[in-house]
Nanobody
């Protein structure tokens, strides 16, 4: 069983920055990727950033590319999401996720964190 615990959400003004953390524990060796998803009210949960565990390659949604950076600390099994130049549209609950697949489709993810709220005001 894998456990994911997020931290670091909060409120910030547009243009500001936040860093999210996700601490993973349990049997994570068979998983292929770790990712950050987000879900805004009335919208589907979407993948915003993914890191692939075998080669540390990354994927970003077009809406966050160039502003968000996903990184990984192998020693502590922690994944970070550095978010810069935040926009009001980035407001959502952000979830950490891991699975054996691509980490791009919420329906296929089998391990989720509890979520952390990010609110960006104008």
């Amino acid at each position: 069983q894998v456990q994911l615990v997020e931290s670091g959400g909060g409120s910030v003004q547009a243009g500001g920055s936040l860093r999210l953390s996700c601490q993973a524990s349990g049997y994570t060796e068979t998983n292929n990727c770790m990712a950050w998803f987000r879900q805004a009210p009335g919208k589907e949960r979407e993948a915003v950033a993914v890191v692939y565990l075998r080669d540390n390659s990354t994927y970003y949604a077009d809406s966050v590319a160039g502003r968000f950076t996903i990184s990984r600390d192998m020693a502590t099994n922690t994944v970070y999401l550095q978010m810069k130049t935040l926009e009001v549209e980035d407001s959502a609950i952000y979830y950490c996720a891991t699975e054996r697949g691509s980490c791009k489709y919420a329906a296929r993810v089998n391990y989720w964190g509890q979520g952390t709220q990010v609110t960006v005001s104008s």
